[in-house]
């Protein structure tokens, strides 16, 4: 069984940061991309930001320059700064994760963790 587990999240006024962590445990053989999206409020979820095991690292137009993703083998970090009312939102760990049974990997998401940013 593999589990994601977010932490990290809670409230915090505008201009101000929050770091969001993601461990991956479980029967696991290797992770390929990690990342975090996020879901407001009667719209649909979204990317943040994905990181490959390679490195490779991609972020949505309306977090680049403000958060900044990183990693360190099972676990997927999201630093967020300069936090805007708009950022808040549910969000999700996700991961490419290939257990030792499996020929191909597969998705596996966190059950998330709420940012609130205040005005």
């Known amino acids: 069984q593999v589990q994601l587990v977010e932490s990290g999240g809670g409230l915090v006024q505008a201009g101000g940061s929050l770091r969001l962590s993601c461990a991956a445990s479980?029967?696991?053989?290797?992770?390929?991309?990690m990342g975090w999206y996020r879901q407001a409020p009667g719209k649909q979820r979204e990317l943040v930001a994905g990181i490959t095991s390679g490195g490779s690292i991609n972020y949505a137009d309306s977090v680049k320059g403000r958060f900044t993703i990183s990693r360190d083998k099972n676990t997927v970090y999201l630093q967020m700064y300069s936090l805007k009312p708009e950022d808040t939102a549910v969000y999700y760990c996700n991961a490419e994760i290939i257990r030792p049974m499996d020929y191909y990997g597969m998705d596996y998401w966190g059950k998330g963790t709420l940012v609130t940013v205040s005005s």
């Open positions: 479980g029967s696991i053989f290797s992770i390929d991309a």
